[in-house]
């Protein structure tokens, strides 16, 4: 920071907390100073100070024309300890997650705002069957059933011989080999729902502080943003018997109106409510669901094997009846699991304490047993039974993918209902950003089941192509070729916006060329260095084309679904083979698009298992997949529970704490500096505060993407009404931006009731043009990054410190012990109760 720039003016005790953003940073980078302490948190997130400034409170006359500077540290929430390299294979869960916060926004429509939220809930539950369908196709069919009843491709595979057909052993019936290789997708899901939990006991069990009074009306950002659809669901179909207020006193009103109020009223936005980053009880509620229909898919592809054999060699028999019971049990507790995920939602209008232990705990526990039934059953002696051909697994996969299709498409239609009351030329796709990323999840789960399907399908047959006929095994069902094969042809479509992307981008260079010239006001301009400015500015801008690349590509992958579905179940083969007898030119395009699409599918799978394993090893690749978990995991898991956790709901609660406990111990004003998805933590926890922290709270946001990414992907919470209404509840709200900042930008609220604007003017990049006095060496072009090098970034946050109210006194809590603790809220409750009559903001409690 530049020392000749000035401070704010002396109003008392100041604190300026800093978050980061993507990516993490250390708190030396961040308060630019090596010698750092730790003064609250532990190793996952933590509020660090220079070891000069630990005793600051004691010593105020030092802090007179600066505050003091606070980093919270949060990067190891996502890319701590190397086991967060296993959440590479949660990506279609974490996808699936994000379509459930992508709704519209909405007013006076609950029934479908909860619809909304019940078939996002499915489309999630079809991931987490998909992903054990994929085991079980490995497991159990390609290995179990087909290689260990070839003796050819048994003899080739030597951990394969006490399983073989020819060898005649105990182990050799193939009901026998079906419950051995059971325990493979038994275990994947008993893997996740142990991931799931463990991090549900980390992260969900983050409680925030209660500072609102029950009574508290609630309100969407206090705005027609929020109707009673928002209020009273907000994607929460939770029918517990509590009442919901959804709208504002007169007097409320009146007071958010007023010009001249001192302090705005108090407003709750959706992520300002008590439970909205607490989601423990729908987390366990999905958990259960979810666990019960990874093994009950394990259940069925046994039951269904045993059944087709049972009923042509022993129809009637003691076994076909009882195989029968059991599909029956496994039909009724799948009901039981879809009226689960179904029933409710998020329960976020009050701190939800409940955990439902006997679901929770019975319903998975039900559906284990019976798979342990059926594998008994499945086991049992069956001589005559030889393994032959495939498991019935075209229909099933088939059916998935029908069904998901299906859920995509009435998620749309829900979406355009939502959407059309107030349509917004901010928000992405028309409101159907939600249904659009639910089809890429879709994507993402059949090119991970299919690549891992392909793959071991490859490997088991040796020289021979699955499918083909040609090999020692029969292959994976044929319509995973056909998904497969669509994947070059998707490539090939892609192509087409990428290149009017690219040529856009050229052309927006040279028109931005006399811009670039005239903001730095270069009488003899630097043709070089005018090309390098707006081709970065060009390139930059590029972000606010990606809806248009996930609507193709999630409509693409919808037909192209579709079409391999048809082509699938009308043929009966592989594309090769499908098209043996049509024109050369379109044989010969199928066989290519079938083998690329093998090897691409595959390759893919195996990219995410070799990132996945530098990452567990390499603490900086581990860093880069967790920039993609930061965007991703933002938000709370309402959707799939096996996603990765909501680092938020351990991050909003600590920035809540440390302002709220500092303000009420000092008094003092408080400046917090997001920068990046720091920003959006910012603006969480500062929605979260209660209204008497809040008016001695100033909000500083930098490369920020609270209007360019989430405002317009997540209009019901980020957008423009939620944000002027954030305008209207912070004291004072400034935001920085660059045009070469490909992440962060404006976030176009205006002024407002005799309040500024939030943008400041936009800041050059770089801060000279070219050689000067002040800069001899050329400037570097900084983009997303170090926004707190350039002057302005000290000039905003001196102009927030003297809007703020001067600090008040206070008595301070002075027990190490204590601090920012809740016992440290009561005390300082208590001691301040003295000052009410004086100074009525400071009354409320963190």
């Known amino acids: 920071m ?20 993507v990516g993490g940073a250390t708190a030396a980078d961040m308060l630019d100073d090596p010698r750092t302490v730790r003064i609250t948190g532990d190793g ?40 967060r390299a296993l959440w590479l294979l949660l990506l279609p869960f974490m996808v699936a997650n994000l379509a459930h916060w992508m709704r519209p926004p909405t007013e006076g429509r609950a029934g479908l705002v909860r619809l909304y939220g019940v078939l996002v809930r499915l489309v999630a539950l079809t991931l987490t069957v998909l992903l054990t369908a994929a085991a079980c196709e490995v497991a159990l069919d390609l290995t179990a059933w087909q290689c260990a009843g070839s003796g050819a491709c048994a003899g080739q595979r030597s951990w394969l011989g006490f399983l073989s057909a020819e060898r005649g052993g105990w182990w050799a019936q193939p009901g026998r080999r079906l419950a051995l290789a059971a325990l493979v997708p038994t275990a994947l899901v008993g893997l996740l729902w142990y991931l799931s939990n463990r991090t549900w006991s980390a992260y969900e069990a983050q409680r925030p502080p209660t500072g609102y009074d029950t009574d508290t009306r609630t309100a969407d950002a206090g705005t027609a943003d929020t109707g009673t659809a928002d209020a009273q669901a907000t994607d929460t179909e939770s029918t517990d018997t509590e009442a919901t207020d959804t709208g504002t006193t007169d007097t409320e009103a009146a007071d958010a109106a007023s010009p001249t109020a001192a302090t705005p009223a108090e ?26 229909a990874g ?22 028999s003691a076994y076909e009846i009882l195989g029968r019971a059991l599909q029956a049990g496994i039909l009724l507790l799948a009901a039981l699991v879809l009226w689960v995920v179904c029933r409710r939602g998020r329960s976020e209008h009050r701190l939800d304490l409940r955990i439902e232990r006997a679901l929770v705990s019975w319903l998975p526990a039900t559906a284990l047993l019976l798979l342990a039934l059926t594998a008994v059953h499945t086991a049992w002696s069956r001589p005559a039974w030889v393994s032959a051909g495939t498991l019935p697994g075209d229909a099933f996969f088939g059916s998935l993918t029908l069904a998901q299709g299906g859920l995509v498409v009435a998620l749309g239609a829900v979406a355009l209902l939502l959407h059309r009351p107030r349509r917004d030329p901010r928000t992405a796709l028309y409101g159907l950003g939600g249904p659009a990323v639910a089809m890429l999840a879709c994507a993402l789960g059949g090119v991970m089941s299919g690549g891992v399907a392909q793959r071991v399908a490859d490997w088991l047959d040796g020289p021979g192509t699955p499918g083909a006929g040609d090999g020692l095994i029969t292959g994976p069902p044929v319509l995973l070729s056909w998904q497969a094969s669509v994947i070059p042809v998707l490539l090939l479509l892609l192509l087409v916006p990428a290149a009017l992307l690219g040529a856009r981008t050229v052309l927006a260079a040279r028109r931005l060329r006399p811009v670039v010239n005239a903001a730095y006001e270069a009488d003899d301009p630097d043709r070089l260095r005018t090309d390098q400015i707006a081709a970065v500015r060009s390139r930059a801008a590029l972000t606010d084309s990606a809806p248009v690349l996930v609507g193709v590509v999630s409509g693409a992958t919808l037909l192209l679904g579709a079409a391999s579905v048809a082509g699938a179940w009308a043929s009966g083969n592989v594309p090769g083979r499908a098209f043996d007898g049509a024109h050369p030119a379109i044989a010969s395009a199928a066989t290519a698009c079938q083998a690329l699409g093998s090897w691409m599918i595959g390759f893919g799978f195996l990219l995410f298992v070799t990132w996945g394993r530098r990452a567990y090893k390499d603490r900086s690749a581990r860093r880069t997949i967790g920039i993609l978990w930061d965007v991703g995991t933002f938000w709370p898991r309402a959707a799939h529970p096996f996603a990765p956790p909501c680092y938020a709901e351990r991050a909003v609660p600590d920035l809540t704490w440390r302002m709220s406990s500092w303000t009420r111990q000092t008094g003092g004003r408080l400046v917090i500096s997001g920068h990046s998805q720091g ?38 919470y980020f957008g423009p009404e939620s ?85 008040l006194p206070r008595q301070r809590v002075t027990d190490p012990q204590i601090q920012g603790s809740s016992e440290a809220q009561e005390l300082s409750e208590a001691q301040g109760s003295t000052h009410v009559q004086q100074s009525p903001e400071a009354q409320g409690s963190p």
């Open 2 to 21: 530049s020392p000749a720039t000035p401070g704010p003016r002396s109003g008392g005790a100041a604190l300026e907390l800093l978050v980061h953003g």
């Open 44 to 83: 996952t997130a933590a509020v660090h100070r220079r070891r000069d400034d630990v005793d600051a409170e004691e010593h105020p006359e030092r802090y007179a024309e600066r505050p003091v500077p606070e980093a919270y540290c949060w990067s190891n929430l996502t890319s701590g300890n190397g086991t």
């Open 267 to 292: 407003l709750r936005p959706a992520l300002g409510r008590p439970g909205f980053w607490y989601g423990r009880r729908l987390v366990a509620r999905l958990r259960a669901a979810h666990t019960a």
């Open 295 to 316: 093994f009950l898919t394990v259940a069925a592809a046994l039951a269904g094997a045993v059944a087709r054999h049972d009923h042509r060699a022993a129809h009637g």
């Open 679 to 716: 920003s959006v933590l910012a603006a969480a926890a500062v929605w979260q505060l209660p209204p008497a922290t809040r008016r001695r709270v100033a909000l500083l946001t930098y490369g920020s993407p609270l209007e360019r990414l989430y405002g317009r992907w997540f209009p019901a």
């Open 723 to 807: 944000l002027r209404g954030l305008h209207r509840t912070v004291h004072c709200w400034s935001n920085l931006f660059r045009a070469t900042d490909p992440i962060g930008g404006p976030v176009r609220v205006p002024a407002e009731g005799g309040r500024p604007a939030v943008d400041r003017p936009e800041l050059l990049d770089p801060v000279a043009y070219g050689r000067t006095r002040v800069h001899p060496l050329p400037e570097p072009i900084l983009g997303h990054s170090d926004y707190q090098a350039d002057p302005a970034f000290d000039l905003a946050r001196a102009a927030l410190l003297d809007r703020l109210p001067p600090a």
